[in-house]
């Protein structure tokens, strides 16, 4: 049995997301140094973050970095599913060798929302340097239509009925520590909806309990693994079916989770996913040093969508933490963030006549945890990364705004699709104050 290295709760946090990941060669680094307008954007929102009627100023220096003069254009873009954008004309540009200008936006915030502006330079000739700057106005004014099916309730109601019907064949098996651990690991075995094995890595502190617990939930394709500090509390690492070690009836490749069985609510594969994450709850509440009423799950990116969807179908959750979330929003995930999917979802449409867009987010909505977190009772966190172009903030703040629940937020100017140290204080901070750990 393969024995999982153990990591930190905040280094498995900020690693947690959808896994998209660019490597840039050498050449093209060394293409852009080479490029002679080098650009800075700025805006003089502060934090990032302004109020409603306030006007934000994007401020671009450029600069020539050769000898001889430049000419070329500027443009202004504006990417916002808050308003219709303003088309902006190209400014034409000529620099002296070495000179620096600087060009300014004014952007009024008239309505809530978030505005990507990009700044393009172009020399004539080549290719176009960009920078790209995010703000955001009243979040959490941010509101998306539901688009709930009239079935929705019933679908989820039936789906956990089924759930129920399955026996859960709980099997843990001993992960040997060295001395002087103060926790027992084992590897954990159950079935889940449809009979699926699924597995996770559960620590217990050895100290008498009964103990809060955690849930932790996977981004996609990641594998869980065990923490170093369990901070006092029984963790679950959790994978769901097709991640980690959680492939005996579901294969994980090819990693296209979000296209399989995509046809049809009943054969989708977070309609699995999700009762997976229930079942894993099922779980630590069958355990008596597990104390009922410190039960927290916790995720990011596709975890974040999980941790939601968990709490939403589960009233036992006392505590939600929801990192830059996934499965938020569908149809303006697609419009925002649609171009890292748009080959795969494209080729997953022409396969087969009857596949529409439409009827694609039909059945993408049943699992739209904005349609869903209504039902969430327990206190919620969230943290977002402002810049973030995986899971853009104004389709996590389309779901955790229809939360009727306590819940608090923390946006990070400077974060993209990972969220760093003072946010995990922050989380690990609000659990010890309200779990005791």
């Known amino acids: 049995m393969h024995v999982p290295t153990k990591r930190s709760l905040p280094a498995v946090f900020a ?51 050769s000898k001889d003069e430049l000419k070329g254009e500027l443009r202004w873009e504006l990417e916002t599913i808050a308003f219709a954008p303003e088309e902006l004309e190209p400014i034409k540009i000529e620099l002296e060798g070495r000179e620096t200008q600087t060009f300014e936006y004014e952007l009024e915030m008239k309505v809530p929302g978030f ?82 094995r699924v597995r996770g890595w559960l620590q217990v502190p050895k100290a008498e309990g009964p103990h809060p617990a955690l849930l932790r939930v996977p981004g996609y394709t990641q594998n869980m693994r065990p923490v170093d500090d369990t901070g006092g509390a029984v963790v679950l690492s959790f994978n769901i079916r097709g991640h980690g070690n959680s492939t005996d009836d579901v294969p994980g490749t090819p990693r296209d989770f979000w296209v399989r069985g995509l046809d049809d609510k009943d054969t989708y594969y977070y309609r699995g996913a999700y009762l997976d994450c229930v079942r894993a709850m099922d779980y630590l509440c069958s355990r008596d040093d597990v104390d009922q009423d410190r039960l927290a799950v916790w995720g990011a990116s596709q975890g974040g969508g999980l941790a939601f969807a968990t709490a939403s179908l589960d009233q036992r959750v006392d505590l939600c933490v929801s990192d830059i979330p ?97 946010h995990y204080e922050w989380v690990l901070g609000e659990m010890a104050a309200r779990f005791g750990v």
Request: overall charge negative; some cysteine; aromatic content about 8%.
């Open 15 to 65: 690693c947690a997301g959808l896994l998209l990941v660019s490597i840039a060669s050498g050449a093209s680094a060394f293409a852009e140094w080479s490029l002679r307008p080098r650009v800075k954007l700025s805006s003089d929102a502060p934090e990032g973050m302004c109020a409603l009627g306030e006007t934000v100023t994007f401020t671009a220096e450029v600069r020539n970095s």
């Open 115 to 196: 505005v990507k502006v990009t700044c393009a330079v172009a020399e004539q000739g080549e290719r176009e340097v960009t920078r790209r700057e995010r703000v955001g106005c009243d979040p959490t004014g941010v509101l998306s239509e539901l688009t709930k099916e009239d079935d929705f309730d019933e679908f989820w109601a039936q789906s956990l009925e089924e759930l129920a019907q399955v026996e859960p064949e709980y099997e843990l098996i001993e992960v040997p520590q060295g001395d002087g651990a103060d926790v027992e690991l084992y590897e954990l075995i159950m079935r889940s909806h449809g009979g699926a």
């Open 326 to 422: 996934w499965l938020c929003d569908w149809e303006n995930y697609l419009t925002l963030a649609g171009k890292t999917d748009d080959e795969e979802i494209q080729a997953w449409l022409s396969a087969k006549e009857s596949r529409t867009p439409e009827s694609t987010l039909k059945t993408l909505s049943y699992f739209d945890t904005m349609n869903m977190v209504d039902k969430i009772q327990c206190p919620t966190l969230m943290g977002v990364g402002l810049q973030d172009s995986i899971c853009p903030p104004a389709t996590s703040f389309a779901t955790f705004n229809r939360i009727t629940a306590e819940r608090d937020f923390r946006i990070y100017q400077k974060s993209g699709h990972m969220l760093t140290a003072p």
